[in-house]
């Protein structure tokens, strides 16, 4: 059985395929866990809205908890972590993760920015000895398998690979660097463009978006059932 964490952050309710002000985020990510049920009738799916209930962002008590030792954590430094150890107990219990992180001035929300925080973790996500020979950092989650899926949406066009400018766009590369941080390097992105101008291209990057996900779900679950 699959599991797949669904996480939208769009600070936008619902989905632009039923409302107009709707999020095309929650679209995508919603139309690629309904076509992955399809696929996996039984596969068992988390979901968390970081746009509407944002993870508490990082302060100086939860860092000085997080590089405690557990064993000489005070009560309230659990108490802090509870929320961290929480979002990271359903990450590392995933398959699929699956994150709606619509562009917000070139880059990721501060809600999903909040939640990358959250579970980049030393000691829980990734390791760090001073005494280590060579790079003294390295990610407690490589070897799992895990596969990351990234869908966004822009205001503006042409930030892909290659495109006029994709040098301003710093969505898909934030998060996977993250992700990829703490051993999750399987990462496949779709994205819906155009939104400001509200047009036939709009429409059509939808249109090219929503195929993009439908096939990525059918190569996708015929990999995990392969395996």
């Known amino acids: 059985m699959t599991r797949l964490l669904h996480l939208d952050s769009s600070a936008r309710p619902g989905s632009s395929e039923t409302s107009r002000h709707g999020s095309h985020t929650r679209r995508l990510s919603a139309r690629f866990v309904q ?44 108490d802090r ?5 929480a979002l990271i107990d359903e990450l590392l219990a995933a398959d699929v993760i699956v994150a709606g992180v619509p562009m917000y001035n070139f880059g990721m929300p501060a809600q999903f920015k909040a939640y990358v925080d959250n579970i980049v973790r030393v000691g829980r996500t990734f390791g760090f000895d001073r005494s280590r020979t060579g790079e003294p950092y390295w990610p407690l989650l490589a070897g799992m398998n895990k596969r990351l899926v990234i869908l966004s949406a822009r205001g503006d066009f042409g930030y892909g690979p290659g495109q006029r400018i994709a040098h301003l766009n710093h969505v ?21 463009e155009y939104d400001e101008f509200a047009d036939d291209r709009l429409r059509a990057s939808i249109t090219s978006a929503e195929s993009e996900v439908d096939a990525l779900v059918a190569c996708m679950a015929s990999a995990v059932e392969a395996a």
């Open 35 to 78: 076509r992955w049920l399809e696929h996996q009738p039984d596969a068992h799916v988390v979901y968390r809205d970081i746009g509407a209930e944002p993870p508490a962002p990082v302060d100086g008590r939860w860092v000085h908890a997080a590089f405690t030792p557990p064993p000489q954590r005070e009560p309230w430094m659990h």
């Open 81 to 85: 972590l509870a929320q961290s150890d």
């Open 172 to 192: 898909e590369a934030g998060v996977a660097t993250a992700f990829g941080y703490i051993g999750i390097t399987d990462v496949a992105s779709v994205a819906i």
